[in-house]
């Protein structure tokens, strides 16, 4: 199983960054597929998850409206599209894909980081 993510960096504060996951061994269309993120000395929280099949998005209260997530099964990819950021949404970003849509996820990417200044 591979989750690999690309697209992080330096962005200033308001800005726009696309993150992007490429997933391989495993049945993406079985699980949901997703980013989490986890700040310096903070607990992981979980960002937006998509289920493509099904057509259900859940997305985390604190990137609602600004972050937008979207899959392409032909590609066996999720990207996750984040407008108008904030310093407080430094962090490393993790793909995951999990079989319930909740912590902890079964599988997951190695992170990428985002930094607002």
């Known amino acids: 199983v591979q989750l690999v993510e690309s697209g992080g960096g330096l962005v200033q504060l308001g800005g726009s960054l696309r993150l992007s996951c490429v997933a391989s061994?495993?049945?993406?269309?079985?699980?949901?597929m997703g980013w989490a993120r986890q700040a310096p000395g903070k607990e992981l929280e979980w960002v937006s998850l998509i289920n493509g099949p099904s057509d259900l998005i859940y997305d985390g209260d604190s990137v609602k409206g600004r972050f937008t997530i979207s899959e392409d099964n032909a590609k066996n990819a999720v990207r996750l599209q984040m407008n108008t950021l904030k310093p407080e949404d430094t962090a490393v970003y993790y793909c995951a894909a999990t079989v319930v849509a909740a912590l902890p996820y079964n599988y997951w990417g190695q992170g990428t980081q985002v930094t607002v200044s």
């Open positions: 061994g495993f049945a993406f269309s079985n699980f949901w």
